[in-house]
Structure formats: structure tokens, C-alpha cells
């Protein structure tokens, strides 16, 4: 069902989203267009997401421990993410809280004072988050594979950045980044719930609309020419861990609808993606096989992955080059195009009852295109797409000369 949404930009520059639901518990939060790519240099690796978590640490008006509690206390959620091009931070709590969320999420954004003795605990939080990560390599491949793919700048940098250069920060630090990146045009402010419009304008004079214009502007990390690099690392691994994959479509580029139905075809969720059927239904060699695809505002990235046991790395290698083979070579039947386009129509309408992630996504989508397409909407953009458009991308993309690899083992 489509539901009504009312969108805005106030004189300082800070875009205001209100989609309308019927539910007792309300969303609330702020996307900023700043993440990992717009760190200037590996003296700043990290910041980015050091800054997501550090601006629950005080402002001006409360204490750490006061942010902690705020929503706790009538049983809400404060939650925050970072990303390669954006941070979002927001909470859920039931609507009759809404103003304590809006309040809260506003504050902790737009004036946090980054105290140094809290930054000196969190440090040591983010710190074992990256051992933790280290330790788990079906995720910190992805992470080694875009360096690898994006040359180890913009788009390359590590998320969790580089203890040794995390473990230096200062207040002065994090503020000389806030200050450059959160600018009130680099943000959007978001709702979702059943408060009513006059609430919503009312709340928004109160704590939007009176905030100074902070004006950000700044040229994106270029991530230079790509040319296909292969990697192996000895890690010591009960098993082999493999990624390949491609730059690809971008986010503004009408060919990312056809590659992400020819990415669901290949490795997407469902059991019967190309990957999972040839590699552990019908062999039985991996347990975890997969695809995705990330398109970015000015590049985007494909991934194929699998883990197994290494007396079966070349066999699953061999499988996985053959399923590109037939997406570049052999053209889908009518029932084949008719089934793959229902499958991701009816998982992009699943997604959509999860009300977290569905208001993050519509944030997202505003953020970057100040629009959002309905179910409907997307169905008519990929209704339309025929077997020779799904081999066209195919041949650009998924070209086995073109692919990069790293191996763990």
C-alpha cells in the first residue's frame, strides 16, 4: 500500500521527510550524505564511523549517559550506521514519544561536543569491533576485495579504519571532520508514523527549522582507473574463502535494473539462484555461496562469493565461471525472464513490510534522488527488461578477463 509522504527543505538547507503510517511505533532520524569515501587521507581512517558513534557521547545540553537513557527508559531504540557515502542515526520508540525521539536524534547530530575522555572509551569499543571483524573473514573479505577494486582510496577505505591511526584521535580531530562534512545541506531529517501534520510542522520549527544554515560543500574521492587485480592470502582457515567480482552500474545509471534482476538470477537470497543450485544444491561443495551488487553515486561493485573446502576451490571456481558463461552467452525463455522478474518483485515487497529498514531505505532514496519509487512503480521498471538486456550488462560487467579475485586460505 502506498503511503502518503510529505517532503520539504527548510531555508538552513536540511531536508525534512514525513511518511505517513498507521502504526503506534514511530521512526525518527538523520541521513547525512558523508561516509568512508570522504575521509581527505589515511590520517582520517576511521573517522567517518568513529564520528557515527561518537556523537552519542555528549552535546551540549546532556551526558553520555543521559543519551544512553533517554529512550531506553520508555522502551525505545537509538541505533546508527555508516556507510561509504552516508551515516544515518535514528530510533524507534511508540508514537506518544515521538517529540523525546525527534528531540534527542536532532541534538546528537547537530551538537555534539565529542569530549575527550569519552572518545578515549569509545576508541577501545571500536577497536574490538575491528578485531571482531578481523576475526570473522566471510566479512572482512568484502571489505579487502573493495580496496583491492577501488584502489585503496574513496571508495576503497575501510569502514572501521586503522587502529593504529584510530587510537590517536582527539576532540579538535573529531570536530575539524564534523565540521567539514555535516553540513545542514548535507542532511535529511526523516519520520515515519501516524503523528498527525500539524504535530509534525509544529516539531519541525522547534527543532529544525531554527537550526543556523551550516553550508558543506566538497569534491568526492575520485577512485581512479580499474584494472583487475587477483590476490591470496594465507590465513589459516578451516576454510577457502573466495570473491570475485567487477566495478559496475552506478546508482543514477538506468542498467543497474537490469543488473540487479541478473544479480538475483546468479547468486541473489532465493535457493534457486543460478550460484546456490550449480555450487551446493546439485555438488554440495559450499554452504555459503552468493552475488550482490552496490551501485554508488558515481561507480558500483559486484560481488560473487563462496566458502568451501579447499579440495573443492577450483571445482567451485570452474562452476561459478560457467554460470557467467551462460548469463553472457545463453538468453533467458520467456518463463525463465517471466519467474526471475516475479521472484525480485515479490522479495522487493517482503523487504517492504520490515518498517525499519523500509523508512531507512525511502531516507536513503531522498537523500540521494529526492524521490522514492513505489512497488508499483519499480514493477513498471522491471517488467519492461528483456533477456538481451540482461546478456547486455552480463557481457560489460561479468567478462572473466575483467573479474578480480581474492582468495583466503
Not at 514511530?26 to 558523508?34: E, L, N, Q, V
Not at 545540553?61 to 551515516?87: F, H, M, P, Q
Not at 569519552?118 to 568484502?142: A, G, M, Q, R
Not at 561443495?285 to 562469493?305: A, H, N, R
Request: hydrophobic fraction near 35%; proline fraction near 3%; glycine fraction near 6%.
Amino acid at each position: 500500500m502506498e503511503r502518503p509522504i510529505e517532503f520539504y527543505t527548510l531555508p538552513n538547507g536540511i531536508r525534512v521527510l514525513h511518511i505517513y503510517d498507521d502504526s503506534p511505533v514511530a521512526y525518527c532520524g538523520i541521513g547525512i550524505h558523508a561516509g568512508t569515501r570522504d575521509e581527505v587521507d589515511d590520517s582520517q581512517s576511521g573517522m567517518a564511523h568513529f564520528i557515527e558513534h561518537c556523537v552519542f557521547k555528549g552535546t551540549q545540553r546532556r551526558k553520555s549517559w543521559n543519551i544512553l537513557n533517554r529512550l531506553e527508559d520508555v522502551g525505545g531504540d537509538t541505533n546508527a550506521y555508516t556507510e561509504k557515502e552516508e551515516t544515518f542515526v535514528y530510533a524507534t520508540v511508540l508514537d506518544e514519544f515521538y517529540e523525546r525521539a525527534m528531540d534527542l536524534c536532532t541534538d546528537i547530530v547537530l551538537h555534539p561536543t565529542f569530549p575527550q575522555k569519552e572518545l578515549d572509551h569509545e576508541k577501545e569499543v571500536i577497536i574490538d569491533e575491528i578485531n571482531s571483524y578481523n576475526d570473522s573473514p566471510s566479512e572482512l573479505i568484502y571489505d579487502d576485495f573493495e580496496s583491492l577494486v577501488f584502489n585503496n582510496v574513496g571508495l576503497g577505505r575501510n569502514i572501521l579504519g586503522k587502529e593504529e591511526v584510530l587510537s590517536h584521535y582527539t576532540t579538535d580531530d573529531a570536530l575539524r571532520y564534523y565540521t567539514a562534512r555535516y553540513g545542514t545541506n548535507q542532511m535529511i531529517f526523516f519520520s515515519m508514523g501516524r503523528m498527525t501534520q500539524k504535530m509534525l510542522h509544529r516539531l519541525d520549527d522547534k527543532y529544525l527549522r531554527c537550526e543556523p544554515a551550516r553550508i558543506c560543500e566538497w569534491a568526492k574521492a575520485d577512485s581512479g582507473i580499474y584494472h583487475p587485480q587477483h590476490l591470496t592470502l594465507q590465513k589459516e582457515l578451516h576454510q577457502v574463502n573466495y570473491l570475485a567480482g567487477n566495478r559496475a552500474y552506478n546508482m543514477f545509471d538506468a542498467k543497474r535494473y537490469p543488473f540487479f534482476l541478473l544479480n538475483n538470477i546468479l547468486g541473489g537470497p532465493g535457493m534457486n539462484s543460478r550460484l546456490n543450485l550449480a555450487i551446493r544444491e546439485k555438488n554440495g561443495m559450499s554452504y555459503s555461496v552468493e552475488s550482490s551488487f552496490t551501485p554508488y553515486s558515481d561507480s558500483g561493485i559486484v560481488f560473487l562469493y563462496f566458502s568451501a573446502d579447499i579440495d573443492n576451490k577450483e571445482r567451485c571456481i570452474s562452476l561459478l565461471k560457467r554460470e557467467l558463461k551462460r548469463l553472457r552467452e545463453e538468453p533467458l525463455t520467456a518463463t525463465q525472464l517471466l519467474k526471475a522478474k516475479r521472484q525480485l518483485l515479490g522479495q522487493l515487497a517482503i523487504a517492504d513490510e520490515g518498517k525499519e529498514n523500509l523508512a531507512l531505505n525511502i531516507a536513503k532514496t531522498f537523500l540521494y534522488f529526492g524521490r522514492y519509487n513505489t512497488l508499483e512503480q519499480r514493477a513498471a521498471l522491471i517488467n519492461p527488461i528483456t533477456s538481451s538486456q540482461l546478456m547486455e550488462v552480463a557481457n560489460e560487467v561479468l567478462i572473466e578477463d575483467s573479474l578480480s579475485e581474492i582468495i583466503y586460505e
